[in-house]
């Protein structure tokens, strides 16, 4: 397939259900592989099923979920705050709002709808039939999902945690965190903790050994590249907030003294756990959405990204450098003068990978021939709307500036213009590209365009003033302010905004609903991509490639003539997949994957029971871990069939050597 | 800086535009050699400008920083701030200790002198912040530290807690009186006397009140037999601008309604209602309207 452009008006293509890879293939094969990879159906094949996609699609639709949620409760402060000493939400309430604003978008939308994505993706972009390890894979999106049900489960009965999602101690502490509230938030990190190292792993095993040969790292797609740093970061990152968590439910729970002053603890050192965690975690967010923005770019310029060295680079430092800038959160704190000097070194540093991307964008876009379809306009968008909370960014790395401005809503602008601007878009406009492949149909354009304008206008219109705001002296999380302070008139601005945004958010919904039954057939490639997941028919099989393509250039499928270089000899009877070498990608041996369990999601169960019940009684960990010895029995107990042929094997391989 | 940041972001987002209004018209050009050595030498040429522009950045913000921080001169007077849930304690250090002044939520000091306050925290994190006057610092509990402020017009300038520290982290304000060095003597000498005695019956009464009553198992009143140190020192309460840390202004009808209901204004404040008799109610509000 060759770059071919599209046409400028978008007509459906013509409907490719034959998957591109060998034609070669008789139907009984590929039933046999249907069969195989995706073995068990109905209710309890849903549940047991350890496919990436439909690990990937559950993941994507509960992320989904609780954008909603948090994007329901920031719009109940965008009331509250609407005009000065308004009574709708009283304290506790909006002290409990806000902070599961925070905790909602950081832990149960952000990081794992992007990672999500990546478990649907990565295995299809790198040509390969699965992630590394498909039970944990299932066991990491279960975990993750009763982790945000307990969560809620807690909220709505009047138990939400309430010291903000950052949870400073001694706020959040055994002797001012009154309640349950600070335990809910303590366990629901533990929750997304375990998901997000599992996510992780698979990330990191995946790309490194399973990619398809031929794809080496200088040929890797960028958003492969993009996953692969942001799951080394993970591992860093969520190794201190699992910490720091830990140390807070200790303290909490069987009275440790880690963070108690009067007892020798420290206070900074949770701030410092904390966001050794949560300044990365922004460009854990962040550096998927890259990722997005460079294939959008690619696809729709027609041409391969400018400079993918520098991108790679760029990625790999942004990693890098993001885990030397936590201190920048508490330059009100009293960490001394000269070693804030670093961090604001580091934090402007930062600013020059991003940069590098952004200058590369715009000279592929300079380079190649735009094709405007929705998704390059939200990558547009991105580069407008994130520039500001780049450059606001910048501005805050100065002590002196930071100093006023911190905790003021100028940051809260800044970084809604970082996360939305940054993340948001780019994913939306991800949503527009991939929502073919996923679904094989495709999104409307028309509502595209409404959704884009609204979104973009709302964002502008809401995060804006807040800047205006934060130097007039409007400090964060207060909910309520008095009139004579006049921050009343860009307050309802920005809400405002907030239902501008809302109405941007309804129509994507509306568009991503209808499109399921009404959207236009989008066959295998419907942008001309070049990418090796538009090499199978969309949706793809629960299989993937019928045989693994070989990939010969960094322009993936643009490179190839009419035919597509394969290797062949994986068993279709059996779940194999192909192991090649991490550096040269040659093929190195056939690995069987685990078939379906329910093990996963008893397990994620009772992890659950026992975190949930940890807060009640420290007799919920020995009861709980005890419990788990069941789902580890199922998961460990060999498949029949597998167990049979082995040992078939296993005598076919003894008689050989003894006839030897 | 902002100025910096404008022209940078209009040059990226020109740019940007440009790039795509250009591809319009050149849609069919195919990709020369030439315009991929001209898109390699811009791509380089913007990062060796925006390099050295974030060095000279990071060198001003240092040269700033180093200025901002350093103390003019010697403290004229050191200032004792405590954060509390949801108030600020204050108190004039001096050798002497009865010439202490102890106080809540305003901070008086004179024009152009330097004023060291130091800060510490009675319960969780709050932050000092009086925009006018200096940037944050931490009240943190378990650490020490200080910060100078100065102002150089006379004028009220308004502080408000800028860590969460809680329920009513929005209601946590604090006033800082700059005055001249004369007015000034003025005030902290006045605030070094104790309460006056009660010149009439009623405010005797109101007195009784609140020593026998509920007020003094928090607040101090100096000279009298309440000295509990729970809640903000009231032997001067009718000097001050406004009640509940910034919450309300110091009106007598104010006063009442906060000593009865208190959680109506400030939900979760740690002041208790107090059900209090008509007649007393009114004798205490004469008497604590006496604590000039």
Redesign the interface.
């Known amino acids: 397939m060759t770059a071919q452009p599209l046409p400028d008006e978008f007509v459906p293509a013509t409907p490719i259900d034959e998957v591109l890879l060998p034609p070669a293939i008789d139907e009984a094969d590929r039933a046999r592989l249907h069969a195989t990879w995706e073995p068990v159906i109905g209710l309890v094949g849903w549940l047991k099923s350890v496919n990436h996609k439909s690990v990937g699609k559950r993941y994507i639709c509960a992320a989904l979920v609780f954008f909603l949620l948090g994007g329901l409760e920031a719009a109940a402060m965008r009331m509250q705050l609407s005009r000065p000493e308004n009574t709708l939400i ?3 309430l909006y ?1 409990q709002i806000f902070t599961m604003h925070g905790t909602t978008m950081m832990f149960l939308f952000a990081v794992p709808i992007m990672t999500a994505i990546g478990i649907y993706l990565v295995p299809l972009m790198i040509g390969t039939r699965n992630v590394a390890f498909p039970r944990l894979n299932a066991l990491g999106f279960w975990v993750y999902l009763l982790g945000g049900i307990f969560l809620y489960s807690f909220f709505f009965s009047n138990t939400g945690p309430d ?2 999602w950052f949870a ?1 101690v ?2 959040s502490g055994p ?2 965190g009154m309640g349950k509230r600070v335990d809910v938030y303590a366990q629901m990190v533990t929750f997304t903790e375990i998901a997000a190292l599992i996510a992780a792993l698979e990330a990191v095993v995946t790309i490194c050994k399973m990619r398809a040969p031929g794809m080496t790292w200088g040929r890797l797609p960028l958003f492969v590249w993009s996953q692969l740093v942001t799951a080394v970061m993970v591992m860093f990152a969520m190794s201190s907030v699992a910490t720091a968590s830990i140390m807070l439910g200790a303290d909490r729970l069987i009275a440790t003294q880690f963070f108690n ?2 007892e020798g ?4 050192l949770w701030q410092h756990l904390f966001w050794f965690f949560g300044h990365p975690e922004v460009y854990i967010i962040f550096i998927p959405a890259l990722g997005m923005v460079s294939q959008i770019v690619t696809t729709f310029t027609r ?1 391969p990204v ?2 993918y060295p ?1 991108m790679v680079a760029a990625l790999i430092a942004t990693g890098t450098i993001g885990f030397g800038l936590w201190v920048h959160h508490m330059f ?3 960490v001394h ?1 000269l070693g ?2 670093y961090f ?2 580091a934090s ?2 930062i ?2 990978p991003t ?2 991307q ?3 964008w ?2 592929t ?6 094709i405007w379809r929705t998704p390059l306009l939200f990558v ?1 968008g991105f ?2 709307v994130f ?2 909370g780049g ?2 960014g ?2 805050l ?8 401005a ?3 809503y100028f940051v809260v602008g800044h970084l809604h213009y970082v996360l939305v601007g940054g993340a948001v878009m780019p994913l939306i406009g991800a949503f527009y590209y991939w929502y073919p492949k996923v679904t094989g149909r495709m999104m409307s354009e028309r509502l595209g365009l409404w959704n884009f304008w609204l979104l973009f206008i709302g964002i502008n219109v809401t995060f804006f003033p807040m800047h205006i705001l934060g130097l007039r ?1 409007m ?7 008095q009139e004579f302070l006049g921050w009343g008139t860009l307050n309802l601005i920005a809400t405002i905004g907030a239902v501008i945004i809302v109405a941007g958010m309804a129509v994507f919904a509306v568009n991503f609903f209808m499109s399921l039954k009404t959207g236009a057939i989008a066959g295998a490639n419907p942008w001309g991509a070049d990418t090796l997941e538009w090499a199978t028919t969309s949706p793809p099989p629960p299989y993937n490639f019928v045989d693994t393509p070989v990939v010969t250039s960094r322009e993936g499928l643009w490179a190839y003539g009419d035919e597509i270089p394969v290797v062949t000899g994986l068993h279709t009877d059996r779940p194999e997949v192909l192991i090649t070498s991490t550096m040269t990608t040659e093929p190195a041996y056939r690995n069987e994957l685990p078939t379906p369990t329910i093990a996963p999601l008893v397990m994620a169960i009772i992890i659950a029971g026992m975190l949930a019940a940890a807060i009640v009684t420290p007799w919920g960990v020995p009861i709980g871990s005890t419990l788990l010895l069941v789902p580890f029995y199922l998961w460990a107990w060999p498949d029949k069939a597998q167990h049979q042929r082995n040992l078939r094997e296993q005598g076919k391989q003894d008689r050989e050597s003894e006839a030897a | 800086m902002v100025a910096v940041a404008v022209v940078t972001y209009i040059l990226v987002v020109g740019a940007l535009f440009a790039v795509i209004r250009n591809r319009r018209y050149a849609a069919d050009d195919p990709v020369s050699p030439g315009r991929h050595e001209r898109a390699e030498r811009s791509v380089k040429l913007a990062v060796l400008v925006v390099v050295p522009v974030l060095f000279l950045f990071l060198l001003y913000n240092f040269a700033v920083a180093r200025n901002v921080s350093r103390m003019p001169d010697g403290p004229l007077l050191t200032i004792d701030v405590t954060g509390h849930q949801w108030w600020c304690e204050v108190a004039y250090e001096d050798p002497v200790p009865h010439n202490i002044v102890r106080t809540a939520n305003e901070i008086h000091i004179p024009v152009g002198k330097t004023v060291m306050i130091k800060l510490a925290s009675h319960d969780v994190i709050h932050s000092f912040w009086v925009p006018n006057l200096s940037g944050k610092k931490d009240l943190l509990p378990g650490h020490k530290d200080a910060i100078w402020i100065r102002a150089d017009k006379p004028g009220i300038y308004r502080g408000q807690c800028a860590e969460f520290c809680g329920l009513e982290h929005a209601k946590m304000a604090l006033f800082v009186v700059a005055e001249s060095a004369a007015e000034f003597t003025k005030w902290i000498e006045h605030q070094r006397e104790p309460a006056p005695t009660p010149a009439d019956s009623l405010t005797a009464k109101g007195q009784v009140v609140f020593e026998t009553g509920p007020c003094a198992m928090c607040h101090t009143v100096a000279s009298t037999r309440a000295a509990a140190t729970v809640g903000p020192d009231l032997t001067h309460v009718a000097s001050r601008m406004t009640l509940a840390a910034g919450t309300l202004p110091n009106t007598r009808g104010n006063l009442g309604g906060w000593i009865v209901d208190p959680q109506t204004i400030k939900p979760g404040a740690k002041m208790p209602a107090n059900s209090l008799e008509p007649k007393d109610l009114q004798a205490l509000l004469a008497y604590l309207g006496t604590l000039k």
């Open positions: 009283g304290p506790d002290n010291a903000g400073y001694p706020l002797q001012y002053p009067a603890g420290d206070v900074l041409r400018f400079g520098a009100s704190t009293s003068q804030q000097s604001t070194a402007t540093m600013s020059i940069g590098v952004i200058f590369c715009i000279a876009l300079w380079l190649g021939r735009p547009v580069i407008v520039m500001i450059l606001s910048v501005m790395a100065s002590v002196p500036f930071d100093v006023q911190t905790d003021t002296g400090t964060r999380r207060i909910y309520t302010y």
